[in-house]
């Protein structure tokens, strides 16, 4: 299919043929071996492990519990029907009363009830993905930037800038401080672009980060709040990983520091929220923009008819979310198993010599592989990473895809399975330890095989040329719903 | 603190500063019920289809496994929670194509694989356009069109809308030489003219394109070697002859020819199946380029997967598709027809239509003048002392005043008697020389007035509600 017409008049606009999908990241290569050959217990036991797929998966059986229990939030339901004709024809940009007061309320729940949130501020967006598009179309024009600590989750390359074209800029982080962000690196960052002539719009957090899995601290909010204020600049928060927060210290959101300081602007903040992670709902695709500046919520609001929350969702949504005993229980729970589910896996990695970032929130481990690189550079990542996804038969995401200046780190999500995988995954990475040298670290290169990493080095290219078909949302192969009935 | 935001944030392309507004304004604070609030303002602005809903909720009583989320007795919530594949259902995307097909009376076939879901037809123009088109960029656009367009198209994408002028002395109908002047006109502008956008039906007119206009339509792609996006979302509202020819009937005659890449449809059940609350949109191209670009777009406003699931349920009943179109298109008809007669008898004409959710109907003959402002005036007449909320001709670009889109599928038949009456009452008070505003309101109106004269030549629409239409 040719892009050109045959007068030479480009066909179609450069959107939509350039790379600004981010599609070509590793961050969605590594599906294309796992769609081949997908871990089933019972069918395919040596298949790919799915571990780079940051999903709730732990919580499902409460949820379905109360739906059972409450036939009415649904509007197909013969308790719910009566509903049905209003709710089809709701499609007031608005949003259902109902759904926006509920959401503001498990926002404050989700945040120890130590904030409230207005419920007129509540903005629908096509899941965070389209809400991220949505608060940069209000903020940037084309060519302004965004500051981002690094490292970051890789499809903010295609939120902020896609359609938008704006640009993101690195605020780099290093280890040795466990990545946090200071106010060196801000400066830094900040006086880099006005060196380069590059206008920016605001600073955009992930609290808590995906994909460290660790909360900013008060200190590191503050100095955030007062970098802004004092560029006069944006901050949007994301904090769509707010109840996967599963032990001390408690998580706080950018809401609280607005409150603390009465010259802050808060014209200047917006919170970005999603049920994606929090509930496990990313197919409902409810995505929410929070700001405290008026102008942005009524902008906000007409750009939402772009991708508003079905009503029979918002329907369901705000029943669920209004059921306090239901919330307080489940967000007691999900926090009890994530917990559980967190511990399970970084014991499992410890006693085999691997150690993580330590973390209290998330779906995932931050993973120190940096032992096992030849070099301390991407492409011994790359290669390791091929290793891992080809030999170990785990999907786990290289932090190079997440902008990570430091090669070695990786996500590892682990609440996207049950505990019988878990095992069989902690299983092959104790293996594959074992196989290649035990305890490693950075000074001592054991390696037996390095001919195997050199020869993965050339299969990394063939992967990274052959373009990725899959989608970045690819569901779990053995869903029944993907199997079209005939 | 509006310099703190984007362009597109502080510009009004989209379209909400709207002569329509008041109208909804006025509306809201004062909507009609037939018990609570009979002399309040009746709601004829919005191309709601809601004379159908018994047929689905009986269907829904029929079929309670949907409603749980199950599927043969057995839960699939989670499956359904965790499901955000941008490629979408596939038992969705088969289904919603067969019913396009059945609603074209299976005179053409769609390949599931060819089309891309989204939020809404808003998203799927949106989304379309930001395929085709960019800054510096026109879409050529017949006039009368839906106000939405203007948001839709050209707000965040940046490209510009070039009116096709269409004029009452020929039923509104494209011709050859309306189709030229606004290519010129997009030249002079130094605007590269990147596709034609049509909706057929045509809101706001009701009317099916004649196979004529298709021809010319496709001739003059060809020509330009641009594409073309045909709007179909009221395709399933053809309630009377001449039958429904979709582009897709017209491009299977061009035999797998280049133009194929360059023809493109957008869908919705909005409109035919009465669901705009459900936000379910669809692109539909050969263009595998474009189906690739526009599937990763969606992930900004994809269809939610509940909704998916209990919709690819309901339009896999083939029993229920079938007769669901077949009653939908008797009661538009019956509706449509009380709505014709009943301003007839009030001496006034309508555009002869044979689809959509509205009549566009000819109020000329009750302009002071031949002017916009007329039209300006005889509308907040309209909406404050007849109490009918209509949409005027000039929200929708039309070219020539006194023309105005009133719905009726938006209400019951009662409501719509009483629509009649006041129009007819409204007409003969004018016959009779009492052109006064009825009702004490000239002070409050003056006011208005001054606010309206700004607007009267403004780009304009209504778009308090996603997608009205």
Redesign the interface.
Known sequence: ?S?V???R?P???????NDG?A?KSPYFDGWKAYDKDPFHPTQNPSGVIQMGLA?H?LC?DL??EW??SN?EA?I???K??DK??D???????HGLPAFRNAVAKFMGRVRGDKVKFDPDRIVMS??A??AH?MIT?????PG?AFLVPTPYYAGFD??LC??TEARLLPVVCHSSNNFKVTRKALEEAYAKAVEANISVKGLLLTNPSNPLGTILDRDTLREAMSFINEK?I?LICDEIYAATVFRQPDFISIAEIIEEDQEYNR??VHIIYSL?KDM??????VGIVYSY?D??VE?GR????????????QY?IASMLSDDQFIGKFLLESAGRLATRHTDFTDGLRQAGIKCLNGNAGLFLWMDLRGLLMDSTVEAEMALWQVIINDVKLNVSPGSSFHCSEPGWFRVCIANMNEETTKVALERIREFVLRNGNKPNRKEKCWQSDLRLRLSFRRMDEVLRSPCIM??????PQ???????T | MRLMLSGKATCNSHGQDSSYFLGWEEYEKNPYDQTRNPQGIIQMGLAENQLSFDLLESWLSENQDIAGFKRNGKSIFRELALFQDYHGLPEFKKALVQFMEEIRGNKVSFDPNKIVLTAGATSANETLIFCLAEKGDAILIPTPYYPGFDRDLKWRTGAEIVPIHCTSSNGFKITARALERAYQEAQNRNLKVKGVLVTNPSNPLGTTMTQAELDLLMDFIIEKQIHLVSDEIYSGTVFSSPNYTSIMEVLSKYEKAEVWDRVHVVYSLSKDLGLPGFRVGAIYSNNDSIVAAATKMSSFGLVSSQTQYFLSALLSDKKFTKNYISENKKRLKKRHASLVSGLQNAGISCLESNAGLFSWVDMRHLLKSNTFKAEMELWEKIVYDVKLNISPGLSCHCSEPGWFRVCFANMTEETLEIAIQRIKAFVESVSRGHDKAIGGKKCLNINLRKKFSKWVFRLSFHDREAGER
């Open positions: 299919m892009y017409s045959s007068n008049k066909l179609l606009s450069r959107k939509a043929t999908h599609e999903e998966q499902f949820v379905q739906l059972v036939p649904s197909c339901t013969k719910g029907v049905f004709r709710i089809a024809l709701f499609q007031d940009y096509g899941g993905t389209g598009e179309f209000c903020l940037a024009d302004d295609r939120d896609w359609r006069n944006h014209n200047l994606s496990g709902f990313p197919g409902f695709r500046n102008a942005v902008c007409k750009m939402s008819s772009f991708g508003l929350v079905s009503s029979q969702t369901l989608s970045p949302h690819s569901p779990i869903s029944p719903l993907v199997r079209t009935r």
